[in-house]
Nanobody, 126 residues
């Protein structure tokens, strides 16, 4: 079992930066691929970025490529999402998620993630 708690959200002006953190509990954290998703008001949850269980592979949605970077620190049980050059359309609740299968590769599919945090609000003003 993995429990996840996000932090680092807030209000920022367009062009600014934020770093989201996802603190995980559970001894098996390092065996799971992790992902970040977001959900804007009245929209479906969408994939943002994912990282494989060993950190060797990452994948970012086209809309954030070149601006956002996912990383993990298994010694601290934390997954990060560095967000630069933020735009108003990045405004959403951001969720950290753990893949449902051990030793998995990266995935953009919401239904493959079994563990979810409560979310952290990111608001980008124009």
């Amino acid at each position: 079992q993995v429990q996840l708690v996000e932090s680092g959200g807030g209000l920022v002006q367009a062009g600014g930066s934020l770093r989201l953190s996802c603190a995980a509990s559970g001894r098996t954290f390092s065996r799971y691929a992790m992902g970040w998703f977001r959900q804007a008001p009245e929209k479906e949850r969408e994939f943002v970025a994912a990282i494989s269980w060993n950190g060797a592979s990452t994948y970012h949605a086209h809309s954030v490529t070149g601006r956002f970077t996912i990383s993990r620190d298994d010694a601290k049980n934390i997954v990060y999402l560095q967000m630069n050059s933020l735009k108003p359309e990045d405004t959403a609740v951001y969720y950290c998620a753990g893949h449902g299968r051990l030793w998995s590769g990266i995935s953009y599919r919401t239904d493959e993630y079994a563990y979810w945090g409560q979310g952290t609000q990111v608001t980008v003003s124009s």
